[in-house]
């Protein structure tokens, strides 16, 4: 969601958080601001601007803050007032005393508000975040130290928050702090330097070593490195660690837009993530960030698998893996509605969530869940370090490396290898997979990667198709089976990025409604490949068809019969059953990139979306 970032060190603030913000804009916002503090205290300048950071850049060229070396910066998508300059973070308290920018939303502002009026406060903006600016000022002008204000005044807060702040009375200090879920602050150790985010792509351009917030931990942060403490003021220690991507991977390089680059990198994800879990001789699953979760998989008698949008998606995969390679009843369950309701969990029930960021509230607060009901938890995740990776008993890491674009791509393919990779290590602690069949079921997953570059070969196809489509405004996708999910997964990245009305369905319920839809105007796109239950798939196309429909069929190499029905075809290579479906999702991510262009669509930062939904 917003975009939240802070520097402290020896250069001048200012260019280093734009630098930062730039880093960031995939994630959405409508408005930019940055704070800057000279080390000698004074006044705290703040810039901020709606719109784009254009705006916020030219109003910055008029300001001499060269002598500034502490600064935060942060991009907003509104929750509490209508974007705007005011509304627009930082926010400073009536006295200047406190600067702030926040991610999250306080859930109990309005009163908050209201007693601090009472008390002589006087409110500027609309928002919920200046709240905790003149929270934290009071605390500040009875000598308070910094850090001390801002844990007391989290302990006001209800909801989720991750807060920065500084104030010109503790020059060359920067806080943070974590409550709850509302989103990851990443600090990232340089030299002579500190850089706080609240994403890797913003600190991985200046430096490597980086430590995760935690829930309730609040941090002091000088150029020499940082200090933490929790919600009650005691010490903790919070690891340094070294992040192993190269800041480069970041850039697009020869592409035109961070989606075509992540999907064209597909192979080379998938490869690094399946080298990473498995291995051929011998044979062996070695998940080794499993941790104590390791020891408690033979005693799991059921699976819950649980995710948001296209990790949810991933989920579905992942449950036809668990139950076929492992044996284990497994279910599928969307995290948002988990975590309201009761669920039925033990000591022998598996939690397995899926979250690319391991960020996301909804998966966060659905873990908590399951840990007071005692599920033992396992998380698929790309993030060293992420919040999803800290509750859970352990982790199945994918090796992605950053994405950018906000529609998912190799995040989603990898999460799929990770979950296959976890399948057959729940089949091998139920007794369920010999020496053999685990053999042959590793070798079809490294097969994976060249059939996924072969179905990047030609884009030309793509193209063709939106040229031929582009006016389309609604969109069936059908699969049945394995590719059921790769229906809804590739319906969701037509929404995302090209603005199409977009359906994914089950192929069997389309006499129970859908085809009422189906006339000349009408395009439909069947998963129709070889395992996909192609028969039955063969007869919606027949159906669609003898109403007037249009069909674009994604087929196996060589299927001459579908190529005859369908009006086109875009041809995939064979791989094993059940990892069709990773292959089988490249032409949609292809296909709605083509169709955004074609429409003219921002794919990098579409509309109303962010990478990371970090509240509600």
């Not at 719109?51 to 998508?77: F, Q, V």
């Not at 999702?585 to 930062?605: F, K, N, W």
Request: with cysteine; aromatic share 4%; proline share 5%.
């Amino acid at each position: 969601m917003c975009g939240i970032v802070g520097y402290v060190g020896t250069e001048p603030a200012a260019p280093v958080l734009l630098s930062a913000l730039h880093d960031l804009e995939y994630r959405g916002y409508d408005s930019a601001g940055i704070a800057v503090l000279e080390p000698d205290g004074g006044v705290v300048s703040i810039t901020k601007r709606e719109g784009k950071l254009a705006n916020l850049e030219a109003a910055l060229n008029a300001l001499d803050a060269s002598a500034a070396t502490t600064g935060i910066g942060h991009t907003r998508w509104a929750t509490h007032g209508r974007p705007s300059d005011i509304n627009a973070h930082p926010h400073r308290s009536c006295a200047g005393e406190v600067v702030v920018i926040h991610n999250g939303i306080v859930e109990n502002y309005a009163e908050l508000r209201a007693r601090l009026r009472a008390e002589g406060h006087e409110f500027v903006s609309e928002t919920d975040t200046e709240t905790i600016a003149h929270l934290m000022e009071g605390l500040v002008k009875s000598g308070r130290s910094l850090l001390d204000a801002l844990r007391i005044t989290c302990s006001q807060l209800e909801g989720s928050q991750a807060i920065l702040a500084m104030s010109p009375t503790q020059p060359g200090i920067i806080v943070a702090a974590r409550v709850g879920n509302a989103g990851g602050i990443v600090l990232g150790y340089g030299k002579d330097e500190m850089v706080l985010a609240s994403d890797l792509a913003a600190v991985l351009p200046r430096t490597r070593q980086v430590a995760f917030l935690a829930d309730g931990q609040v941090a002091e942060i000088t150029k020499t490195g940082a200090r933490y403490v929790n919600e009650h003021g005691s010490p903790v220690d919070v690891p340094v660690r070294e992040i192993d991507i190269d800041p480069a991977s970041a850039l697009k390089g020869q592409y035109p837009h961070f989606m075509l680059k992540e999907i064209m990198e597909q192979p080379e994800s998938l490869s690094d993530t399946i080298q990473s879990l498995v291995s051929q001789e011998p044979p062996e699953v070695h998940c080794a960030d499993l941790g104590p979760a390791e020891a408690r998989l033979a005693s799991i008698d059921r699976v819950v698998l649980i995710g948001m949008g296209t990790s949810l998606h991933a989920a579905m995969i992942g449950r036809r893996f668990i139950e076929e390679l492992a044996g284990i009843p497994a279910e599928v369950d969307n995290a948002s509605e988990f975590r309201y309701r009761d669920p039925i969990l033990g000591p022998n029930a598996l939690v397995v969530s899926v979250s690319q960021s391991g960020e996301t509230v909804d998966v966060l607060e659905a873990m908590n869940v399951a840990r007071a009901a005692g599920a033992l938890q396992v998380t698929i995740c790309n993030t060293q370090g992420a919040q999803t990776t800290r509750v859970a008993h352990g982790t199945v890491y994918t090796r992605a490396g950053l994405e950018r674009g906000v529609a998912s791509t190799k995040c989603f393919t990898t999460a799929i290898a990770a979950l296959y990779a976890l399948a057959l290590r729940l089949g091998l602690a139920k007794g369920r997979l010999g020496p053999g069949e685990l053999r042959e079921r590793i070798q079809d997953l490294t097969r994976v990667p060249d059939a996924v570059g072969r179905a990047l070969d030609d884009m030309g196809v793509y193209t063709r198709l939106a040229d031929q489509y582009h006016e389309a405004e609604h969109l069936l996708v059908l699969g049945r089976g394995l590719a059921f999910p790769v229906a809804l997964e590739g319906a969701l990245k037509m929404k995302e990025i090209s603005y199409v009305h977009a359906e994914g369905y089950a192929a069997g319920e389309m006499k129970h409604g859908p085809i009422a839809l189906i006339d000349p105007s009408f395009l439909t796109v069947a998963i129709a490949t070889t395992h996909a239950l192609r028969s039955k798939i063969v007869s919606n196309i027949e159906q669609v068809q003898a109403r007037g429909g249009r069909v674009i069929a994604v087929i196996t190499e060589g299927d001459a019969h579908v190529t005859r029905l369908a009006d086109q075809c875009i041809e995939i290579p064979a791989v094993a059953p059940l990892l069709e479906p990773i292959v089988a999702t490249v032409p949609m991510q292809l296909l709605s990139y083509a169709m955004a262009l074609r429409r003219g669509c921002d794919v990098d930062q579409p509309r109303n979306l962010a990478k990371t939904v970090t509240v509600e």
